[in-house]
């Protein structure tokens, strides 16, 4: 997982031109203080809430303030009104004039009394605190008739006074006679607007702030700024009204106000009758708010800034000595290495860190290829001379090989043809001698010239046997299939044409056929064949067999004799045998020596050459011979290609 | 018959004894010419040099040639008859003591007539020039004279 993180990074980075050291430490940076500015904006929208959450309750504190300033407002009024209404010239009617100048001297002394008067029961204005021309009837005001009704204290007509065009709210208390009668009623009418504008004086609303008194309806009552522009207003479908509406007596909201400021609204129930609802709000803008938290934000992200250049600087000017050209020595040297240049080394300083371990390294390893290559340039140069010396030696040798075979040549020829020259003339004039003087011989004289000739005749085949071996030892051999089975045969036919006078049983197992020389192998059945005829000459039944050991037979060999007969011989085992004079075993291995004989010649006439020219033709052919066998009782011989 | 002369080419005077004695013995009387090497051979069959004066229309019936001779070998007395109009159909039988087949095939494909080896055994020599005197001075019929 960790692992198919970076995978993941290292491709990403080198999709994005972050493939070089340095913007890959830039980006390290980034990522490393990624954390810091999470934790600043964090902390930014933190003070950004707590800015607005106080800025909410001080809100509300205020507004709640002044709905309660406002009903105590109204208490203080409604004693006042009582007072008023015990006066006489309330009571009395034809002291209208008076009741007049007094009640506008009381409004001068209150800036938010929009006006004070009495009203007669019939509704008729009967003094006020404002001038007013011929006859007004107030008959259809509520806070009016309220106050006739109950006879008591009436707060009414939270409304845009139609005579003054203010926002205003009345307050009314009737006006008893001895009956108990209400025969007038005394009123107070305030100024919303001036209200309000006591009140944004009285507290310490940021800048921008409003005030705004207003009912259910979306009716502007009073609103601080700007009264001229929005008293009197109806706006039902403002978003403010729409949220008081749904959210009931107190509440705030954050909201695009009727002028499009932002802020935060905070609103209050202070009046409420059946018909209408009565909001005081106040109206802090956002921007006031959160000025704080903004300010603060800048900063921070200002100084974190600056220490993100400041680190990025340090990295980019530190990251060229520190990395990059340790780095770019490294590549240098790696690409002289690449193209072939084995004397390449960084010159970096091997210190212990990762880059001057890799210098290390690196430096290492050039050195080891140098030293092998110098090594390998070495030990070709010492075969190249070693395989010139041996070619040299070759061609020496072969040159004293073919002079040595020449020189054998002539040898044999010398050997076949002077050396039976001289023989012959031992015979032929040793018979001449017995023919022609065979008189004065005597018998004696007679034997003893035939036994020189026939010393001389025995040499000529020991002469004739050498020639023959030698010939066998360098005869060039072809390699075919050889009908050994038919080779035997032909042998033994003319061993019995030789003699035909002699019976001898003979067995050839047929189809017997071998890879060899075929003149070669004929010579071997001749003289194996030749000796089993010879060595049972003596006998009346002479049994001569040729055949292959059933053993060596593929499948045989390989369950019964595993490894045994396997391992001296890989082909098939031939072999001849006889059931004649045998021989002792003691001697077996002597039988192919040159001119080693187990038995007499005036026995068994034979040069004792014939085996060892067997052993020779067997051994050039990489095979073995070998022979058993037992005084008096015949004798076999084997042999392998 | 008597007429019919043989050639014996040949250095060894025991063998040149000994095959004397053997046509002797065999009873082959016809005349015989001794040439002790190659030269003389050469000399003797193209009538040139101690030979000049000889009449060339006499040739042997047949030459016995041994291959080992001094001067000129037997191979190439051989190869010069047979290169010469005047002997190339002489018969030529080889006798001689090699029995190298190397000897045996160049002297045929030089163009002998016979390749006999001289035995050591006396009686088969005796033998083999009985033959050679029976087939080639007897049986034979020599090739037209020009």
């Given at each position: 997982m960790h692992r198919g993180f970076n995978d993941q990074l290292s491709k990403w980075t080198a999709r994005l031109p972050f493939s070089s050291l340095r913007a890959r430490l830039l980006l390290l940076l980034f990522l490393a203080l990624l954390p810091a500015y999470g934790f600043i904006l964090y902390s930014v929208f933190e003070a950004r809430q707590q800015a607005a959450e106080h800025a909410r309750e001080n809100a509300l504190w205020l507004t709640r303030l002044m709905a309660s300033e406002q009903k105590s407002l109204i208490e203080v009024i409604r004693q006042q009104l009582q007072s008023l209404a015990q006066l006489s010239i309330v009571h009395r009617p034809e002291q209208a004039a008076l009741c007049s100048r007094t009640f506008a001297s009381l409004r001068a002394q209150n800036s938010f009394y929009a006006n004070l008067g009495v009203i007669n029961s019939d509704g008729t204005l009967r003094c006020s605190a404002l001038p007013f021309a011929g006859r007004v009837n107030l008959s259809?005001?509520?806070?009016?008739?309220?106050?006739?009704?109950?006879?008591?204290?009436?707060?009414?007509?939270?409304?845009?006074?139609?005579?003054t065009g203010k926002g205003s709210a009345n307050l009314a208390y009737p006006v008893l006679d001895a009956a108990n009668t209400p025969q007038a009623a005394v009123f107070i009418a305030l100024d919303l607007g001036a209200l309000a504008d006591r009140l944004i004086e009285t507290t310490s609303l940021p800048e921008g702030s409003t005030l705004t008194i207003l009912d259910n309806h979306g009716t502007i009552l009073a609103r601080q700024p700007d009264p001229e522009q929005w008293v009197g207003q109806s706006l039902p479908d403002a978003p403010l009204i729409q949220t008081i509406r749904s959210n009931g007596d107190e509440g705030n909201a954050e909201e695009t106000g009727i002028d499009g400021v932002e802020r935060l609204y905070v609103f209050k129930l202070?009046?409420?009758t059946a018909a209408k609802q009565i909001y005081i709000s106040a109206g802090i803008p956002t921007a006031a708010v959160f000025a704080d938290a903004k300010r603060l934000l800048a900063r921070a992200l200002l100084l974190i800034s600056l220490v993100t250049a400041a680190a990025a600087a340090v990295i980019w000017v530190g990251s060229n000595a520190l990395l990059l050209q340790p780095a770019a020595t490294l590549m240098r040297a790696a690409r002289r290495l690449g193209q072939g240049d084995l004397s390449a080394r960084t010159v970096l300083a091997?210190?212990?860190?990762?880059l001057g371990q890799i210098a290390h390294s690196f430096d290492g390893m050039a050195s080891a290829l140098q030293a092998r290559e110098s090594e390998a340039a070495r030990a070709k140069e010492e075969i190249r001379q070693l395989n010139a010396d041996l070619e040299h030696k070759v061609t020496e040798r072969t040159a004293e090989l073919a002079a040595a075979n020449q020189e054998l040549e002539a040898f044999s020829y010398s050997v076949s043809h002077d050396l039976r020259a001289p023989l012959r003339a031992i015979d032929g004039f040793s018979q001449a001698v017995i023919e022609d003087y065979a008189d004065k011989l005597g018998d004696q004289g007679k034997n003893h010239l035939n036994r020189v000739r026939a010393a001389t005749?025995?040499?000529?085949?020991?002469?004739?046997?050498?020639?023959k071996l030698a010939r066998v030892a360098r005869a060039e051999m072809k390699r075919e299939a050889v009908d050994l089975s038919a080779l035997a045969g032909n042998v033994l036919a003319?061993?019995?044409?030789?003699?035909?006078?002699?019976?001898?049983?003979?067995?050839?197992?047929?189809?017997?056929v071998a890879t060899g020389d075929a003149n070669l192998l004929r010579v071997v059945l001749d003289n194996l064949l030749g000796n089993a005829w010879k060595f049972t000459g003596k006998l009346a039944r002479a049994r001569i067999e040729f055949g292959v050991l059933q053993q060596t037979s593929p499948g045989m060999d390989e369950v019964d004799r595993v490894g045994n007969r396997r391992s001296e011989t890989s082909g098939p085992t031939y072999f001849v045998r006889d059931n004649g004079v045998g021989f002792d075993m003691t001697y077996a291995g002597k039988l192919f020596s040159a001119f080693q004989r187990l038995h007499n010649v005036s026995e068994f006439p034979g040069t004792g050459i014939g085996l060892a020219t067997v052993r020779r033709i067997i051994h050039r052919h990489g095979g073995r011979v070998w022979a058993e066998g037992a005084?008096?009782?015949?004798?076999?011989?084997?042999?392998?290609? | 018959m008597s007429d019919k002369t043989i050639l014996l080419v040949e250095d060894n005077p025991d063998d040149e004894a000994l095959t004397l004695r053997a046509l002797k013995k065999n009873n082959i009387l016809n005349p015989v010419t001794i040439a002790r090497d190659g030269v003389e051979a050469l000399d003797y069959l193209f009538c040139q040099g101690a030979y000049a004066g000889r009449d060339a229309n006499l040739q042997p019936a047949v030459i016995l040639l041994d291959l080992k001779l001094p001067k000129v070998d037997g191979l190439e007395v051989l190869k010069r008859l047979r290169?010469?109009?005047?002997?190339?159909?002489?018969?030529?039988?080889?006798?001689?003591?090699?029995?190298?087949?190397?000897?045996?095939?160049?002297?045929y494909s030089l163009g002998a007539n016979s390749y006999i080896r001289k035995p050591v055994d006396f009686t088969q020599?005796?033998?083999?020039i009985r033959q050679v005197g029976l087939y080639w001075l007897m049986m034979n019929e020599p090739p037209p004279k020009k």
């Open positions: 259809d005001r509520d806070f009016f008739r309220e106050t006739l009704r109950t006879r008591a204290f009436a707060v009414g007509g939270y409304q845009i006074d139609r005579v202070f009046y409420s091997h210190t212990s860190d990762e005749q025995h040499m000529g085949h020991l002469i004739d046997d050498l020639i003319d061993l019995q044409a030789s003699e035909p006078a002699r019976k001898v049983e003979w067995r050839v197992e047929p189809g017997l005084a008096g009782k015949g004798a076999t011989f084997y042999f392998s290609l | 290169a010469d109009a005047r002997t190339r159909l002489l018969p030529v039988v080889i006798l001689t003591s090699s029995k190298e087949e190397q000897d045996l095939a160049s002297g020599f005796m033998e083999a």
